[in-house]
């Protein structure tokens, strides 16, 4: 978190809000089945921050959570539905999907889950069949 700077972002209503502050850990896209069909698109731009760089600063208790899977937990606005983050326990990291913090600039560096896609996308970053080795993936790339 060597920058200082905090963001502000919230969900659809702004019933709950949420800050973020530093550096993220990383930036991209996720083309994964998961993340496609929870943010009803064809892929999910993210922010992977460590978790105490992730502050709840209204709405709290106005948060539902669910999980697939022990890896993810989806968090959501109970009011409007609108998402707000994924907490990766396994990962020690927290996604703060990039449209909910409007003022932050998004630099991405990766697609993960690229062998899922249904979006090619050729904006010349690396694309990863999963995620990468320190995340415990395979890190393998793919085509464009």
Not at 58 to 66: C, K, R, S, V, W
Not at 114 to 133: A, C, H, I, N, S
């Amino acid at each position: 978190m060597s920058n200082g700077k905090v963001y502000e972002g919230s969900c659809f209503c702004g019933a709950v809000q949420l800050t973020v502050s530093g550096e993220p850990a990383a930036m991209g896209y996720c083309h994964c089945e998961s993340c496609r069909r929870w943010s009803a698109g064809p892929v999910n731009a993210f922010t992977l921050w460590k978790p105490e760089a992730v502050r709840i600063t209204q709405g709290a208790d106005n948060i539902g959570t669910y999980n697939k899977t022990p890896h993810s937990y989806r968090k959501w606005c109970k009011t409007c539905g609108g998402h707000l983050l994924t907490e990766h326990p396994g990962m020690g990291l927290t996604d703060v999907y990039a449209a909910v913090i409007p003022g932050f600039p998004f630099h991405p560096g990766v697609h993960v889950h690229y062998q899922e896609t249904k979006l090619r996308m050729k904006d010349g970053l690396p694309k990863l069949k999963d995620v990468p080795k320190e995340m415990g993936g395979s890190g393998v790339s793919i085509a464009e």
